[in-house]
């Protein structure tokens, strides 16, 4: 007779070795269970014993290791054919979504862990990618029901592979309050309220206070009548596991530079105070006069000094006697020289005088005759224009040269 021991988890928290139990103990083999309590310390060191992966559950036929809990359930349909649907495509849609369980649903497995005698209070918040796994398990639950599960309360009418992959689903669903529909609700009763459930949770309540191991039990082909469940075990919302973060490396420690020596400061030496400069008082000149320009760039122009007040008085000129009769009139020989002065005077520009007035600004260039407001023929007053100036305008600036008929233009 075929020796058959599976070695097993922790009831409470080993969904894998619910999976394979559940199956094996469907099949109605006497079979040894071997739990190895991974939860305690240096208790996973003794899963290297019997399983080759390192990972419960395993299954040792005649000592020979079958592990993954997929391939052990493959094993035993073989012992017993109906642990699949006998219809061929039911079969396959049995073993596709056993697969998809078995190999995906990752973020539902790690954010809501199974705790078969736990119940936690209030309905989880979970994560979008938690959500989307419930909203497809719950899917699958329904389209298999419709199309295959009528003559039965599983999801292919009758126990098979696939509601044992889904078991530990229920478990999670339980234990943590996710809300379901009333058909996913009414499945998973179905599944907590098998004889085998209940006596998987009846021996995970036992086992918290065991202090061994490594046990042995023997267990008979004949499944066990269902017993009383055990009061399930509360555990307050903040006691809630916490959803694992993902591993980071740890960044490269930096060492902290060595410190440079202290190097002694130089002596300070006290700069006597210079006292500010004192502003100049500008003092007002005479007769209204600007001050000097104090501006780097506009140097206003040295005026020659005014000449003394003798020579700010006109001089009558002498009258020239008449010309005889027959004779042509001779000119003045004042005359041409009292035009070139007149010529040479330079206008005084108003913004350099600041208030003055025009008398004193043409006194102080040399003495040259009084000079008023020009009338209409803009001639100075006390000299005449000769008789080839008639009609024209006399230039009274050097910067300012005559052109053609008289007609001002700047170089």
């Known amino acids: 007779m075929t020796r058959l021991q599976l070695v097993i988890g922790p009831r409470r928290l080993s969904s894998w070795s619910l999976r394979a139990w559940l199956v094996l103990e469907r099949t109605g083999l006497a079979f040894e269970e071997i739990v190895v309590r991974y939860d305690r310390p240096g208790g996973a060191a003794r899963i290297g014993e019997f399983s080759p992966s390192r990972r419960v559950p395993v299954l040792l036929v005649d000592g020979t290791p079958v592990w993954d809990s997929l391939a052990i359930c493959e094993y035993l349909a073989e012992q017993a054919p109906d642990l699949w649907p006998a219809e061929p495509l039911a079969r396959a849609c049995a073993r596709s979504v056993s697969c998809e369980m078995h190999s995906g649903f990752r973020d539902l497995r790690a954010f809501l862990p199974m705790d078969f005698t736990a119940r936690f209070a209030g309905p989880p918040v979970l994560l979008p990618r938690v959500e989307a796994d419930v909203r497809r398990i719950v899917d699958l639950w329904g389209k298999c029901r419709e199309q295959w599960g009528r003559e039965g309360p599983f999801l ?230 000769p008789p080839e100036d008639q009609g024209r305008r006399v230039v009274r600036n050097p910067a300012i040269k005559p052109i053609g008929d008289g007609t001002r233009r700047r170089r």
């Open 156 to 385: 292919f009418g009758r126990f098979s592979i696939a509601d044992a992959m889904f078991a530990p689903v229920a478990s999670r669903f339980l234990t943590h309050g996710v809300r379901l529909g009333s058909a996913a609700q009414a499945y998973v009763e179905a599944l907590m309220a098998m004889p085998a459930m209940v006596a998987w949770g009846e021996a995970a309540a036992a086992e918290e206070g065991g202090e061994e191991l490594v046990a042995t039990s023997q267990r008979a082909g004949a499944p066990a009548p269902p017993r009383r469940p055990a009061p399930p075990r509360v555990v307050p919302a903040e006691a809630r596991p916490s959803r694992p973060e993902p591993s980071r490396p740890e960044p490269p420690r930096r060492e902290a530079p060595h410190p440079e020596p202290l190097r002694p400061e130089p002596a300070r030496t006290e700069t006597p105070a210079v006292a500010p400069p004192q502003p100049v008082a500008m003092m007002p000149s005479p007769q209204g006069e600007p001050p000097p320009s104090h501006h780097p760039r506009r140097a206003q122009p040295e005026l020659p000094q005014p000449a003394p007040e003798s020579a700010h008085q006109p001089t009558a000129a002498a009258p020239s006697p008449a010309p005889a009769a027959g004779e042509p009139p001779q000119a003045s020989p004042t005359r041409g020289m009292e035009h070139q002065a007149a010529a040479a005077v330079v206008p005084v520009r108003r913004n350099w005088l600041r208030g003055g007035s025009a008398r004193a600004a043409e006194a102080r260039l040399g003495g040259v005759a009084e000079r008023a407001d020009p009338g209409p023929d803009r001639t100075p007053r006390g000299v005449s224009e």
